[in-house]
């Protein structure tokens, strides 16, 4: 078998963490398969580099860089002490070279007033820099062959929008060149969440980017799987500090996934899927710390039981946009005025809604991006397109999602009756046309209730014959 094995930021957090990914591939490895690693940053590191960047352009001095850069030399050369003690010199020379440069773009970035995109992007891409040495020779210390890749030297070539970049069709092609001809050899370790242009400027893949570079060099090898080891046991039917009965579930389809990690499900991101998904390549999520549980399975048609409703999520940090007026009725380009003023100001829209009468269109955003949607839209009123646009900031969306709803009469019915007999009203509803997903708006407080309410309607803390 060919594995593309991902480890996220809790799975390599420690020396003994690290352990346990090395006993993973280990046994793989002497049972005959051929594998290659992705790895993200130790958990927390990611953040704290940005969190120092962008402070630093404002910043009266540098007196916060020095600090960072000895927490993060003493948290890596004590996770490489304990993991690898025998590369203590070789790779403790990697990190030190690789700090010093840390070291020396967040200077430039205080001294030049300025972070720009790019340089952001190598800032934040040394979390993985400092930590994928560390594994390598966690790996070689235990007699198995490996060589540390970034993503742009295994091949992962994207476009170029600093913070956000997707891969090109021609990854696959770098990628099986120079990562898969080893695998019969060793063991690639890979840094994630990085890749390059063209002309191999370095670029960062953006949320879950470690999850979308394991799919992206999983393709380019054709595994046979992609397994996404994490610190639960697999993807749940809810947040489990929503609802404490919560299940694994055995099975789950793309579009499924795909659905529940919009939605804020902390599963992998919908960008994620679709490289695996192109080669139908099989998914698991399972737990570092539990590695003898199945975990979950993505595939391309999700194990069906009985329950036309496979899971429950919601995001509560969203705000609701209400654009009235009759002058909206009949008037050509409305909607396209509204939608490309939103795009102008890189407002993402997650949900939309429109009555019939075509005098309301109700659109959901993430709160962080309200003050500009309000921004953008102002114009609306001004110009007298519309009569008003108001918001809502005390909202959630929750998202019903289950490939069994296509076709399955009732389903709707079923959800809104539950709600109301809770008391739980709902604000706004949007469904896609897949029909995997129905997806509401209530007041922030009755979020919870609502999910809780139907995980017990649709009984999906229960097995399922």
């Known amino acids: 078998m060919r594995f593309l094995m991902k480890f996220g930021g809790t799975s ?3 020396a003994q963490c690290i352990g346990r990914v090395v006993d993973i591939l280990e046994k793989h490895h002497k049972a005959g398969d051929e594998l290659a690693v992705v790895v993200s940053a130790q958990r927390g590191v990611t953040d704290q580099l940005i ?14 860089v020095s600090p ?5 030399r003493e948290r890596h050369m004590t996770t490489l002490a304990g993991a690898a003690p025998d590369y203590t010199t070789e790779v403790g020379a990697v990190i030190e070279k690789r700090l010093a440069s840390l070291q020396h773009i967040l200077f430039a970035v205080h001294n030049l007033r300025e972070l720009t995109p790019r340089s952001k992007d190598y800032i934040i891409s040394f979390g993985e820099r400092l930590l994928a040495p560390v594994v390598g020779a966690a790996l070689r210390q235990r007699g198995i062959p490996s060589t540390v890749f970034d993503g ?6 994207t476009t170029p929008q600093h913070g956000e970049a997707t891969a090109l069709p021609e990854s696959d092609g770098r990628i099986k060149r120079k990562i898969g001809s080893l695998l019969s050899k060793e063991v690639p370790v890979i840094m994630g969440f990085m890749g390059c242009t063209e002309n191999g400027i370095l670029t960062t893949l953006g949320r879950s ?3 979308y570079s394991a799919s992206i060099v999983g393709a380019g090898i054709d595994a046979d799987e992609i397994w996404i080891w994490t610190d639960v046991d697999g993807i749940m039917t809810s947040d489990p500090r929503v609802i404490n009965d919560a299940r694994v579930l055995k099975s789950i389809s793309y579009i499924e996934v795909m659905e529940l990690s919009y939605f804020g499900a902390k599963v992998m991101h919908p960008r994620s899927i679709d490289p695996a998904m192109r080669k139908n390549i099989l998914v698991r999520v399972k737990n570092t710390f539990n590695p003898a549980h199945p975990g979950t399975m993505i595939v391309r048609n999700g194990y069906r039981d009985s329950r036309v409703v496979k899971a429950l999520t919601y995001i509560d940090k969203v ?3 209400n654009i009235n007026g009759a002058q909206m009725i009949g008037r050509p380009g409305v909607a396209k005025a509204i939608f490309s003023a939103l795009a102008d100001h890189e407002v993402n829209v997650m949900m939309i809604s429109q009555g019939s009468s075509e005098a309301n269109i109700s659109l959901i955003v993430d709160e962080s991006h309200l003050d500009a949607a309000v921004d953008a839209l102002a114009f609306l009123v001004r110009d007298g397109i519309v009569r008003e646009v108001t918001h809502n900031r005390d909202v959630c969306a929750v998202a019903v999602v289950g490939a069994g709803m296509a076709g399955a009469a009732g389903t709707g ?4 009756t539950a709600l109301g007999k809770a008391g739980v009203n709902v604000m706004m509803i949007s469904q896609g046309s897949s029909e995997a997903n129905i997806s509401f708006v209530v007041r922030q407080q009755d979020g919870p209730r609502a999910v809780r309410v139907l995980h017990d309607e649709f009984r999906l803390s229960e097995e399922c014959e």
Do not use: M, Q, T, W
Not at 51 to 64: D, I, R, T
Not at 152 to 157: M, T, Y
């Open 209 to 211: 980017g470690s999850d």
């Open 413 to 416: 019915g079923r959800i809104f």
């Open 152 to 157: 742009c030297e295994a091949g992962i070539l």
């Open 68 to 72: 960072l850069i000895a927490h993060l």
């Open 319 to 321: 705000a609701s946009i």
């Open 12 to 14: 390599v957090a420690d």
């Open 51 to 64: 969190a120092l960047a962008e402070k630093l352009p404002a910043a009266k001095n540098c007196s916060e």
